[in-house]
């Protein structure tokens, strides 16, 4: 057995341990604890300091790796005592994290493939972490089959954040994928619907298809592939199949976009880096505000599904509705503007009409300005097709906050970009900026 092989299956049974928090509750952080003052005080070599050590460690005679682990471990217990995060989350985690290094590198050994890495820690540690929340559940003497599809559901949503941290950080940083995908499961936990586990299956499999595609197709990275797979998912099962055609609709049209002329775009300077593939950045500049508008309207819905920690605030939802719709309007409207406008002449820059070179911030063309209402419109169709409040002069509402949202990217392109900030801020801003416009303007006019 490879070496990294062994150091990960030793990490793997020191996650085992959070078996334990059901029986012991609080106490259960104490052999973390233990073990991360042992690492830092007392395990300098020797057998099992080699067994533990990343490559690395042995010039500084010190386990980072497994220091941050264990006391990661230690904090997710511990806050689970003192809040109200369900004790078979920081189980899951854990467990998660655990295991799913071991399939990283069991992966590894079979394969240099990337991608065949990423799906090893997804795979293995979401698996893990929904058989351990499991078994935490029937320890703790609950009922384990109503959770089986949120158990499946959170297990792969927690793995695709882990890969996706995972492509990020170093070996040694499991303590911040532990408790940021603590975090999320918890997080989640609290919006999870009634789906059922056909329909998170379902939802799996659809997002990691189309996700898989943009990757062969070059439209996304790996990062952008985990970022849209894991937002796809999540939008499946908290929002539904009309929220998920939203969505895809804006990746796929998009990505298609950025494809249009490339080569012409790349001689004028003006292609995106990459050969167009969305990175993680790009897929959450253009589709964050959107994404957490979901995350919004499943909160402003979740009453009743016994969560006793949320507060009785009555909060309305379709107001978040109208953010989503008008966050994507303004992506897609945005995108098809400067990956179609680009590869025309006659650019003027939008604060002065002006005459400038093709790709200066905040230059448009009729074009593309012609291409970005097509796309917003295309968003305001699927909006009056697919959601029942929307009618006509709402879906006339998305269409004006994705025009308000492209003409803001293109005023703070003229003004800001480049200077006090970046492309990517940029976007979020200006979908920050349609989402905000649709959800007033409903509320307003008394449609939310």
């Not at 927690?158 to 303590?175: I, M, Q, V």
Request: glycine share 14%; aromatic share 8%.
């Amino acid at each position: 057995m490879a070496r990294p092989v062994r150091r990960a299956g030793a990490f793997a049974g020191v996650g085992t341990l959070a078996l334990a928090v059901p029986l012991l509750d609080e106490a259960a952080a104490a052999p973390f604890a233990a073990i991360a003052a042992i690492a830092a005080f007392t395990l300098h070599d020797g057998p099992v300091f080699d067994l533990f050590a990343r490559p690395g460690e042995h010039r500084e005679q010190r386990l980072y790796g497994l220091i941050g682990f264990t006391l990661a471990a230690t904090g997710l217990v511990l806050l689970s005592a003192v809040s109200a995060m369900d004790a078979w989350i920081p189980v899951g985690t854990i467990v998660l994290v655990a295991y799913g290094n071991l399939g990283v590198q069991l992966a590894r050994q079979e394969t240099g493939d990337p991608v065949t890495r990423v799906v090893g820690f997804t795979v293995v540690g979401g698996l893990a972490c929904a058989v351990a929340g499991a078994a935490a559940l029937a320890v703790d003497g609950r009922a384990v089959e109503p959770m089986v599809a949120e158990l499946a559901f959170l297990g792969a949503s927690g793995g695709l954040l882990g890969a996706l941290l995972r492509t990020y950080l170093f070996e040694t940083d499991d303590a911040y994928v532990m408790l940021t995908v603590g975090l999320w499961l918890w997080l989640l936990s609290t919006l999870t619907t009634d789906a059922t586990l056909v329909w998170v299956g379902g939802a799996l499999a659809v997002s990691a298809a189309l996700g898989y595609a943009s990757y062969a197709l070059e439209t996304a990275s790996i990062t952008g592939m985990l970022t849209g797979v894991t937002m796809a998912l999540v939008t499946i099962v908290l929002g539904g199949i009309g929220w998920f055609v939203v969505l895809i609709s804006f990746f796929g049209i998009g990505g298609l976009a950025t494809k249009f002329r490339y080569d012409e775009k790349l001689e004028r300077g003006i292609a995106e880096d990459d050969a167009g593939a969305r990175s993680t950045a790009n897929v959450l500049a253009n589709g964050g505000v959107g994404f957490v508008a979901l995350l919004a309207y499943a909160a402003t819905t979740a009453a009743g599904l016994g969560h006793p920690s949320l507060p009785a605030v009555v909060v309305p939802s379709l107001p978040f509705l109208f953010a989503f719709l008008g966050g994507f309007a303004t992506a897609m409207g945005d995108t098809l503007s400067s990956e179609v406008g680009g590869v025309f002449d006659g650019v003027r820059l939008i604060t002065t009409l002006q005459r400038v070179e093709p790709g200066t911030d905040g230059g448009i063309t009729w074009q593309g300005e012609v291409a970005g209402l097509a796309g917003a419109g295309f968003v305001a169709l699927l909006s009056f097709a697919l959601f029942e409040p929307v009618g006509a002069t709402e879906a006339g509402i998305v269409l004006l906050a994705g025009f308000v949202g492209m003409t803001a990217d293109s005023l703070l392109g003229a003004t800001v970009e480049g200077g006090w900030l970046g492309n990517e801020a940029v976007n979020s801003l200006a979908t920050l900026s349609g989402a905000v416009f649709a959800a007033v303007a409903a509320v307003a006019l008394g449609f939310a």
